[in-house]
């Protein structure tokens, strides 16, 4: 029985000395292993036809170097097979770096600019949104003190500017409170400071 082998060998060195795709290793180690069974079938064939004492002179020499031949050729194969498993084992390691890698540097990427826009935008935002609460607080805290002691006759009490920028009646709509952006606004200062950490609300 003639197992050929050596383009096999050609594709096993070739794993070896360049990045081949774990998807190819694998195929390659179930080509492998099919290589193995009929060599190990061929061994057996060769073995028994090198012990057959019926069999002298250079015809048991032939058959003694086929025995020789094939036994070698399996133990390569076997070998061939362990260390791809762990040359597999190897590249799927590789290529789950290579993914995390590449996850990594999209999500640095997205990062840096979003702290681009951050640092762009927020200040200057952060700003003018808490000088516009600051008044929108000053004028209600006016409009508390005329809705509670110099309200005009005829006339209905004044609603807060956030109500009528936001269409509400109250702060309450059925059973459910609604949140108010005065109070519950929270804008931290872009450059943290111990003395003031926030530009919304003031420190009290």
């Not at 069999?55 to 362990?82: C, P, S, T, W």
């Not at 509670?148 to 309450?172: D, Y």
Request: proline share 4%; net charge neutral; hydrophobic share 45%.
């Amino acid at each position: 029985m003639t197992i050929h082998t050596r383009d096999l060998e050609v594709r096993i060195a070739a794993a070896f000395a360049q990045q081949t795709p774990s998807a190819d290793v694998t195929v390659l180690i179930t080509d492998v292993d099919d290589a193995v069974c009929k060599l190990e079938q061929a061994a057996a064939s060769t073995r028994a036809a090198a012990l057959d004492p019926t069999m002298v002179g250079g015809a048991a020499l032939v058959a003694q170097g086929e025995m020789n031949d094939v036994a070698f050729r399996l133990d390569r194969m076997r070998e061939a097979k362990r260390k791809l498993t762990l040359r597999l084992s190897a590249v799927k390691e590789s290529e789950r770096q290579a993914r995390r890698r590449a996850n990594y540097e999209a999500a640095e990427k997205e990062r840096d600019k979003l702290a681009c826009e951050l640092a762009e935008i927020y200040p200057s935002l952060a700003s003018q949104m808490a000088e516009l609460i600051a008044r929108v607080k000053a004028n209600d805290d006016v409009i508390e003190r005329i809705n509670s002691r110099f309200l005009p006759e005829g006339v209905s009490a004044l609603l807060s500017a956030e109500l009528v920028a936001r269409g509400l009646r109250g702060f309450q709509e059925n059973v459910h409170t609604v949140p108010s952006i005065k109070s519950e606004l929270r804008l931290p200062s872009f450059t943290f400071s111990a003395h003031q950490p926030y530009e919304w609300p003031p420190r009290q």
